[in-house]
């Protein structure tokens, strides 16, 4: 809860506060526009919002959308990752990424951005986003180790493929109500020099990054609908795991088979020079295999690429999803132990203490903003997948058309001597 | 050269001598009908014919005609090997065939005939065959050892390749125009039981075939042919060798990747119960690795029971067929010799093109038949996603 009061947003000026639904009750918005008459801004549970927490509504007054029904004239922060560039130092060797802003928000100077950014910057805004904003699910990066000597960190597929996740991750972030009007995004975005003040926190993967938590207190029981998260990430990841594993020893048998073809193809192309009629079926067979020999090297490149890496992100941000519910948990857990304690002395009839109620309010803050967050990763799970299955079934698609193409160009080859020789089929 | 004398062929009736080509030169009488007006039979080099041995031309005045060119009026035996069945006894298991013939030739009692034999039997006659017709190319059996604990000679697979190589053996004794006369290809056909007086001669594949050569032969009559024919026949080896490893690793990665397909389709379909929205495109996925584990065992057991047995047979075929170099014998029997030679090396050469044509077509048509079933699972993918973009009203 470091950030800073987030500053006010000219954009909420289009609607009064009234007509506007909390913008962290994605469902809600879409489903029940009657929510959206409340007097007051306040919590779809009806506690008082504290404008001056990050998770307050003043700072979630735009209009939320999910992603996939994005209204262009609402979207007001556009966002690419691109042109990716090799720097070489006498100190290291990395790669840079651009990364271009286009905008109407106030909260930049300029309407555009155009700067240059590395791997380490991603990674320090995430960290950033984790520490500042412990109630969302910060959306996750490709992963920062590569195994030295098993990929090559320079290659065009490597940095593609990297490229690709790290736009991803930034489209995710702008278009998240909270996260996109974090300072530090907005640093990150606009900064010429990313002046990383606060250093690269030593965060690891697994929660150090909730600060606020004191901990030490224990839940007695996680509610159904978090449960029911939890109990859904831990079959996802399995599932997740489970197909890599096999995926990646399907790529090395691919890969061991393609070492057969390449050898078997050039043996008929050799045969068929001490052939005469059989000359022609022969080299045919031979180019036959070759084309297979292609087809099949892009499918298993295409697994490796395109498809593999989508599930170690999901992984990856399973395990930070998972993070962040136990995070709650403790809020939740602190937040139980001191209203017993309370509740244990209501004889004396004193008031509920404030730091109580602030508990309370955090923990309902917590639990609407990872609610929302919730809805926001399944839609981007459901069309991450689509698009997954989407691509697999095409590049499958396109691979079986031309192993088939290649061997129904072998039949004329062996039709035409047959009927050369007026012999019978 | 003890077969005995041919019987008259009341076929030969049916031309006259001088119209008829000689027999042997297959090619010749394809290509050059003008051959065919020579006043004596002789050979095609000149040399008149011995009629009484083996390879006379009496024995051979049926009109030749390769296999592929059979006019259905002038063949006049038809046998097939079909129906095996196990046999066990105290002392041995041991499968029998079939041996079916249709024939009007005189020199057989009955116009059919039905007989059981097994793989012995047919040895026996391939050994009779090159015994008594060593100028000829005998065609080859499928091998006869496996090994015990890694073939199951008993299998339905096993037992399919073997009977479609014995078929074929005697379907190309049956068509050769000396070896279909022999005697005992006669009694292999029409005897109850084989009477194998002569005993199992115990010849192995590598050319001690060649009784007749007690005093040195040597081949000297057309060298340059018969070394052509000869480093075809190494090249063909060779070839044939490398594509039977390679298919086998082949054959072996197939099977190494379907037990990881086999495993990997049922992980979408545990995860699809799961989802709601993914549910059944995941579904659609597991069904289809499923289809294509299938079509894949499919191309992978033709390549293992039809591919890889016909170049087998080639190679045993082909070390059938290397003549020995260092014979000697006097001209004429030579120039039989030569010519024997020459025109079974032609239907060789006809049966092998005919052969590999029939093999490469077939293998163009299995990968066409695996790669159309492959291709129709995943399209059916396709409309599963399709579906539920538009249902939720998002562009594609």
Redo the contacts between chains.
């Keep these: 809860m470091s950030a800073g009061a987030p500053r006010s947003l000219p954009s909420s000026g289009q609607k009064s506060i009234q007509d506007i639904c909390h913008p962290l009750s994605a469902e809600e918005s879409a489903l029940n526009p009657g929510s959206a008459a409340e007097k007051d801004v306040s919590m779809p549970n009806g506690t008082p919002v504290d404008t001056s927490s990050p998770a307050s509504s003043s700072s979630l007054l735009n209009r939320l959308q999910l992603d ?1 029904d994005l209204d262009g004239e609402t979207r007001d922060l556009f966002v690419t990752v691109d042109d990716p560039k090799k720097h070489v130092s006498t100190m290291e060797t990395y790669i840079t990424y651009r990364v271009c802003t286009k905008t109407t928000r106030t909260e930049f100077d300029l309407p555009e951005y155009s700067v240059r950014r590395r791997y380490q910057d991603f990674d320090w805004l995430r960290n950033k986003l984790e520490e500042s904003q412990p109630t969302h699910l910060i959306p996750p990066l490709p992963e920062k180790f590569v195994m030295k000597g098993v990929v090559d960190r320079f290659s065009e597929e490597f940095v593609e493929t990297r490229r690709k996740a790290l736009d991803k991750f930034l489209k995710r972030v702008a278009d998240h109500p909270v996260l996109s009007f974090n300072e530090h995004f907005n640093a990150f975005l606009s900064a010429k020099d990313l002046n990383k003040r606060q250093g690269l926190a030593l965060l690891t993967k697994m929660g150090e990054s909730v600060k606020y938590v004191t901990g030490g207190y224990k839940l007695r029981a996680r509610p159904v609908e978090f449960a029911a998260m939890g109990d ?1 990430l831990d ?2 990841t399995q ?1 997740l795991g ?2 890599d594993r ?2 990646q ?2 790529i090395k ?2 890969s ?2 393609l070492m ?2 390449r ?2 193809g050039p ?2 192309s ?2 068929s020079s ?1 052939e005469e ?2 000359h022609d ?2 080299e045919g ?1 031979s180019g ?1 295999v070759s084309n297979c020999s292609s087809a099949l090297e892009e499918l298993t490149e295409d697994m490796s690429e395109d498809f593999l890496p989508v599930l170690r992100e999901y992984v990856l941000y399973i395990e930070s999803m998972k993070n962040v519910l136990k995070k709650r948990d403790q809020v939740q857990a602190e937040y139980e132990t001191k209203l017993e304690a309370v509740v244990f002395r209501e004889d004396k009839k004193t008031p509920v203490p404030t730091d109580v109620e602030k508990c309370q309010d955090r923990l309902e803050c917590f639990n609407a903003d990872l609610k929302a967050d919730w809805d926001r990763w399944e839609n981007n799970k ?1 069309q991450d ?2 698009q997954l ?2 691509g ?2 095409d590049k ?2 396109q691979y ?2 031309k ?2 193409a290649a ?2 160009s ?2 004329p080859l ?1 039709q035409d ?2 009927e050369a ?1 007026g ?1 019978t089929n």
């Design positions: 996939d859904y079959v996802f599932k489970t197909i096999i995926a020893r399907i048998e691919q061991e088979f057969e073809l050898e078997y043996v008929y050799s045969w001490f009629d059989l079926p022969l067979v036959c459901r997948f689509r299955l989407t697999m079934a499958n698609i079986y058309e192993c088939l061997w129904e072998l039949i062996l001597k047959q020789k012999e």
